[in-house]
């Protein structure tokens, strides 16, 4: 009798804790939001949210070039631009004869299967996911899809208004990965300038949102929630804008119209111009000209020949733009971004919360191809053998105790070895629909088959669980006595 009575007992706590090891993980990204806006201002929920979880005191370092849409890849994938191929907010691609940007439909753009986002890793491995406006996650990757996806990009559409439909995902859907973009402050910090005090109220009002956010999650989600808020780089002050083309410093017959513009000018020459352009992109003062072969290898720019131009000229102080303008237009933005990826104006924050991070701990700071490896920790998904530029190596320590004492943390053997599924058949049937997301109907795709699977609300699967756990119990009882 007492080994039956043991034998439910353990029953009873192995389903209890098979209920409560299901990770789920919300990441938000607040475009330009510099690192050291933290610290200079008094951010009462943001500042306490980074205290209690992860701290990165020297905020979270992006790749080169700093700009939203290749650095929002490099989180999602753990790859470097020159890997992953996104090298701009905008760019042509010579072998598809396309121009890319980040609202651009389904072009061949993605057709290289090593190149990964975490929501897709995570269908592919069955963890649903819901993706909204993040860079790309209208694109299909090899087939894949996420459960959700904002079908096209809006930024009309209010923070707290993607928080609601966050938490709503979480009550309602089995979802373990909602990754959400919003393009403040960013929008702000270029208008006005990051010392402005339009990106200060806009940092408060964030602030404020986040507040809202953690009071939700608690009430409605029992706290049981991994929340991991990032940006994608900083910004800094427009301090010179150089015309090279009006200037004069360049003849533009001598290169080809696809021109990559901003805190680098990257162009292709014309035939057998090359030595010539060098020659005149050197005469720009403050300026290094680099062939692409020959960029600093730091910066992992200069493997996609069909998307980088030969020449790139970088300018040796922060805040100077180089513009391809060929009159004497005014510059319209009061900040940028897209410096050198060491600044410190460049740096992005990285902060983290919830049951699968340790409590007060603080790092130094963390590269964002890290990100990658840390959501496949948390959800135990195997990583994309591709994902090499980021690793768990220096971030031990961020988990809780018992995550780190049960899983290896490298790269390579950092997930359980739970087979991959293929993309065919871990896919549900691309059968899907366009239905209003948000009260201003933010244009949302969520795939029919597997909306049928709907559940019940968080709490109200809880409350099911147990009592299937007691009448199993009142059973086992039953024949016990
Ligand atoms: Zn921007």
Not at 50 to 62: D, K, T
Not at 327 to 334: D, E, G, I, Q
Not at 459 to 476: E, K, N, S
Request: glycine letters at 4%; aromatic letters at 10%; proline letters at 6%.
């Amino acid at each position: 009798m007492y080994y039956q009575l043991a034998l439910v007992q353990l029953l009873l706590l192995s389903a209890i804790d098979a209920a409560a090891n299901t990770p789920r993980l919300l990441i938000i990204s607040l475009d330009g939001f510099r690192h050291d806006y933290l610290n200079k201002y008094e951010l009462p929920t943001l500042n306490q949210f980074r205290n209690q979880g992860i701290r990165a005191n020297n905020g979270m370092r992006p790749t080169f070039t700093t700009m939203t849409f290749p650095n929002h890849i490099s989180i999602a994938t753990g790859m470097y631009q020159e890997d992953h191929g996104v090298i701009h907010n905008t760019f042509y691609d010579r072998r598809l004869n396309k121009t890319i940007g980040m609202s651009s439909r389904d072009e061949g753009q993605w057709s290289d299967p090593s190149i990964e986002p975490i929501w897709i890793t995570a269908t592919k491995q069955n963890v649903k996911s819901a993706v909204l406006f993040w860079p790309a996650c209208h694109n299909e990757f090899n087939g894949v899809r996420p459960l959700i996806y904002t079908s096209i990009y809006s930024d009309a559409v209010p923070y707290r208004e993607k928080i609601d439909s966050a938490i709503r995902y979480f009550r309602e859907l089995p979802i373990q990965l909602v990754m959400l973009y919003h393009f403040e402050p960013d929008k702000q910090g270029h208008a006005y300038g990051p010392d402005s005090p339009e990106v200060r109220d806009t940092l408060f009002r964030l602030d404020n949102d986040t507040k809202y956010l953690l009071d939700r999650v608690k009430e409605e989600l029992n706290d049981d929630l991994n929340i991991i808020i990032l940006s994608d780089h900083g910004m800094t002050n427009v301090t010179k804008v150089v015309r090279p083309i009006f200037e004069k410093y360049l003849d533009r017959s001598a290169i080809e119209s696809t021109i990559l513009s901003g805190a680098l000018f990257n162009v292709m020459p014309r035939n057998g111009r090359t030595e010539e352009v060098l020659r005149n992109l050197s005469n720009i003062p403050n300026v290094t000209v680099y062939k692409r072969d020959e960029m600093p290898e730091r910066f992992h720019y200069s493997k996609p020949k069909h998307r980088l131009g030969e020449l790139t000229a970088l300018p040796d102080i922060e805040g100077q733009i180089l513009s391809e303008a060929t009159t004497n237009s005014s510059y319209p933005n009061k900040g940028n971004h897209g410096w050198d990826n060491t600044l410190p104006s460049m740096q992005a924050i990285f902060m983290a919360r919830g049951p699968s991070f340790g409590k007060s701990v603080q790092i130094s700071s963390l590269n964002n191809v890290d990100i990658y490896h840390i959501v496949c920790q948390i959800l135990k998904l195997n990583p994309n053998p591709n994902a090499t530029a980021g690793s768990l190596r220096n971030l031990t320590q961020i988990f809780m105790p018992i995550e780190t004492s049960t899983s290896t943390l490298s790269s390579s053997s950092s997930a359980p070895s739970t087979s991959t599924l293929s993309s065919s058949s871990s896919a549900p049937s691309t059968s899907s629909t366009t239905t209003p997301a948000t009260s201003r109907s933010t244009p949302m795709t969520v795939r029919t088959t597997t909306r049928t699977t709907t559940l019940a609300s968080g709490a109200d699967r809880f409350v099911f669980h147990r009592i299937f756990l007691c009448v199993i119990c009142f059973v086992a009882l039953f024949f016990t006595f």
